[in-house]
């Protein structure tokens, strides 16, 4: 990778180092401002936006964000150091996730109100089972050997592919969360466009830094 570096315009590797910081910046505020939006505790629905937000918006951008050169806060650790961080990082986001829905299911179950009925429901719940399998299958990286007759490079290819476009789901299903009703009645005008404009700013980054580091992988192989 060294070489790729230093072969690199150092624009782009400025621009990126950038825009990988603004990203850890961005995640943080995005998810601190629906903490105090939520207010968690106030009620059981108030769980609902805040542990989804933290999964989808902080801990999942984090654990892609280690392994990307210009945007890893550890970039000077060992890269099996990084993938087990990476796979803490995705169970915290698992765990969170998983309280998250049980949170909004129990609390319309108490209030008799229909589930899965809008697209931010149905597309929630597929995400928080695709975010259970990419943890599961992250397992075996860590594990090569549990992955009879698949090559370490091509396990990494899928998961690498597979995490993006879970990322991806995630970002927006919390845009379509954006979109809900208890969204749009505690905030309003420029400040729930700039809210919708954070998982899709951190989204198109994190699609950007994660083809650009592969593709310099692929070149680096040839």
């Not at 805040?50 to 550890?74: D, G």
């Not at 765990?95 to 609390?107: D, E, K």
């Not at 899965?116 to 995400?127: E, N, P």
């Not at 927006?172 to 009645?185: A, D, P, V």
Request: charge should be positive.
């Amino acid at each position: 990778m060294s070489v790729h570096h230093e072969s690199e315009p150092k624009l782009y590797r400025y621009s990126r180092t950038v825009c990988g910081i603004f990203t850890h910046v961005l995640c943080a505020l995005f998810t601190g401002f629906i903490t105090a939006l939520a207010r968690p505790s106030s009620s059981l629905f108030s769980w609902h936006p805040f542990l989804m937000t933290l999964s989808f918006s902080f801990l999942m951008t984090e654990a892609i964000l280690l392994f990307i050169p210009h945007s890893s806060p550890v970039s000077k650790l060992k890269h099996k150091t990084k993938g087990r961080l990476h796979w803490i990082l995705q169970c915290l986001c698992v765990f969170c996730a998983t309280l998250g829905l049980f949170a909004i299911f129990y609390n319309k179950s108490l209030n008799d109100k229909p589930h899965f009925t809008s697209w931010h429901g149905l597309i929630g719940v597929v995400t928080v089972a695709v975010v259970v399998f990419q943890a599961v299958a992250g397992l075996l990286l860590l594990y090569p050997k549990l992955a009879k007759n698949w090559t370490l490079a091509k396990l990494k290819r899928y998961h690498a592919t597979s995490g993006l476009l879970t990322y991806l789901l995630g970002s927006f299903s919390l845009f379509l969360g954006l979109c809900s009703s208890w969204f749009s009645g505690a905030v309003s005008g420029y400040v729930w466009y700039l809210a919708v404009l954070c998982p899709v700013v951190c989204a198109l980054v994190v699609m950007s830094q994660v083809t650009n580091a592969y593709m310099a992988r692929k070149r680096m192989q040839y």
